[in-house]
């Protein structure tokens, strides 16, 4: 290990995800393995520009690993967006002697953190903590899988009053502009149909998609909606359905936040211990503007431009069993 960093700072930004908890206490611990000095800049870049930074210790993340949220908070800061706000964070970096950085989040987080790379060449790495899954350059992103969880376990108590009363469900689910979510928890949630942004269905073809169910003697129907799709919200499709085939008796559920909370399951509890300590690694071993991934179970660091230049991409073969599941 290099012995160039001595000081490093951790912080979570963005969006929270199930798992940042168990990723914010992997770096904190493996820096004070390899002894290296750890820091915590509460509340993300806002709290990197207000100087609200603390020195960690072991015990600082105990009993962490199994809470939902980051300890650390998060908030959305307009100030970072400017030099003189990044100036302004550096210099209190600079003032506690920190030398590496490693942020928690989506690729919001990975922006800030490369442009702030780019002004002042402190090392950085970036862990995926989003719920969206929506990064390219490792297969999961941390608390993806405990949200997915979280809507399979909605889906299915819905689903008992769905067959109660006959009725057909618009259940609307998180991932901004990523179906991952949808997806997994359409063909995990028994859905009729599923409805991604990565891929535009019509009315017709979905009320031809729910009346094929009809005619197989379904009794109930249930439709996962992901959030920022072309055919609108879960509400808008709900509304355009019952004015043109008013014999469907439709509710919606919107099931929001809710997808963020709660404790993370083991495998995201796992994937942010790994994740955490690859980061702190990579810093240790020279690397810097770079995401921390696992493809195919083996740790890969992506640099910027890879990241933000391919996109995410759907499964698209999750996506066509969905449809075979369905009649």
């Known amino acids: 290990m290099s012995s160039e960093i001595n000081n490093i700072a951790v912080f979570t930004s963005g969006g929270d995800a199930p798992g940042m908890n168990a990723a914010i206490r992997a770096v904190v611990r493996a820096s004070i393995f390899y002894k290296k000095n750890i820091f915590g800049i509460y509340r993300g870049y806002e709290g990197m520009i207000d100087d609200d930074i603390v020195a960690l210790d072991a015990r600082s993340v105990g009993n962490i ?57 402190l090392p950085v790495i970036c862990v995926p903590g989003t719920i969206d899954n929506d990064l390219p350059g490792t297969d999961y992103t941390i608390g993806y899988d405990t949200a997915t969880n979280t809507v399979v376990d909605a889906v299915d108590k819905i689903r008992d009053t769905a067959l109660s009363h006959n009725r057909l469900f618009f259940i609307e689910v ?32 979905l009320v031809a998609r729910l009346d094929k169910g009809g005619e197989n003697k379904k009794s109930s129907s249930l439709v996962i909606v992901a959030e920022g799709g072309k055919s609108g919200s879960a509400m808008d499709i709900a509304n355009e359905v019952t004015k043109r085939f008013p014999y469907y008796d439709t509710k919606v559920t919107i099931l929001g936040h809710l997808q963020r909370g709660g404790a993370p399951t083991y495998f995201d509890r796992v994937l942010a211990s790994k994740m955490g300590v690859y980061a702190v690694e990579g810093l240790l071993k020279g690397k810097s503007d770079v995401m921390v991934g696992i493809k195919d179970n083996i740790t890969v660091f992506n ?21 075979i599941l369905s009649i």
């Open 174 to 205: 998180m991932g901004r502009d990523s179906g991952a979510i949808a997806i997994n928890s359409g063909i995990a949630g028994g859905a009729a149909a599923i409805i991604i942004p990565e891929e535009e269905m019509t009315i017709d073809q």
């Open 65 to 121: 690993i199994q809470r939902g949220g980051t300890i650390l908070k998060s908030a959305r800061s307009d100030e970072f967006r400017t030099p003189e706000g990044r100036k302004k964070a550096y210099d209190n970096l600079m003032s506690r002697g920190i030398e590496g950085l490693v942020g928690i989040g989506g690729d919001g987080t990975f922006t800030g953190l490369h442009i702030f790379h780019k002004e002042f060449g």
């Open 303 to 323: 640099d910027f431009e890879t990241i933000m230049s391919n996109g995410h991409e759907i499964d698209t073969d999750a996506l066509r069993i969905s449809k």
